[in-house]
């Protein structure tokens, strides 16, 4: 299955830390009035059955709009609930064996941080990339810092799309203007907003001018 570079315009990816006001449902059906083409459920802390009824709920909306939902690091859960696809990590489950047992059923996107892991990936049956951090984050303590020039490389490297996270929020979007990236993702820039809709209209139409 392979990911449309349009899917991956404005990739939201789901962190209960800021639920309270609006439930995470809530949260995420704002971001997709405001303009998110991509949903990322990310729960580190459920358990297996929770997260899979969350994921089914979340299937349902994202569905009612025509949004994929795309789960992280959990195979089992998203071909369970019948999401679009699976987000892996280096660390996670092997690309090429999640393509073999899931076929065509799921998109299936690989965390890269370097050119070799970037082919890789694409050789193991990935249908996107997520490349980053691009800037530094606090959502992701561990995560590698990735400079513009390699961001660039990557995308030059491999054929399949690619989306720029870590860090990003309104104010530096534009730095990634001409790196080839399809689109960008976001965690806080979106989920900490007050108003996630509004914020969603204007990162969505910063992310149209970069991509």
């Given amino acids: 299955m392979r990911c449309a570079r349009e899917t991956l315009r404005l990739y939201a990816v789901t962190d209960r830390r800021w639920t309270g006001r609006q439930t995470l449902l809530e949260q995420v059906e704002a971001a997709i009035k405001g303009g998110a083409t991509c949903i990322q459920l990310r729960e580190k802390e459920l358990g297996d059955g929770d997260f899979?009824?969350?994921?089914?709920?979340?299937?349902?909306?994202?569905?009612?709009?025509?949004?994929?939902?795309?789960?992280?690091?959990n195979a089992d859960v998203a071909l369970e609930c019948g999401a679009d696809g699976v987000h892996v990590g280096q660390s996670d489950a092997d690309a090429a064996e999640l393509r073999a047992r899931a076929g065509d059923k799921l998109i299936i996107g690989v965390s890269a941080q370097t050119v070799e892991q970037a082919k890789a990936a694409e050789r193991a049956g990935a249908d996107y990339l997520g490349v980053g951090a691009v800037f530094s984050t606090t959502t992701k303590l561990d995560a590698v810092d990735v400079p513009g020039d390699t961001l660039r490389e990557i995308c030059s490297a491999v054929s399949i799309p690619v989306v720029a996270i870590g860090g990003i929020n309104r104010d530096n979007?534009?730095?990634l203007s001409g790196s080839g990236v399809a689109g960008v993702a976001l965690v806080s820039a979106i989920f900490a907003a007050d108003d996630i809709e509004g914020e969603c209209r204007l990162l969505r139409k910063l992310s149209e001018e970069i991509a």
């Fill in 52 to 73: 899979l009824a969350e994921a089914k709920e979340m299937l349902k909306l994202c569905r009612s709009y025509g949004v994929p939902l795309i789960i992280n690091d």
């Fill in 173 to 175: 979007i534009r730095e």
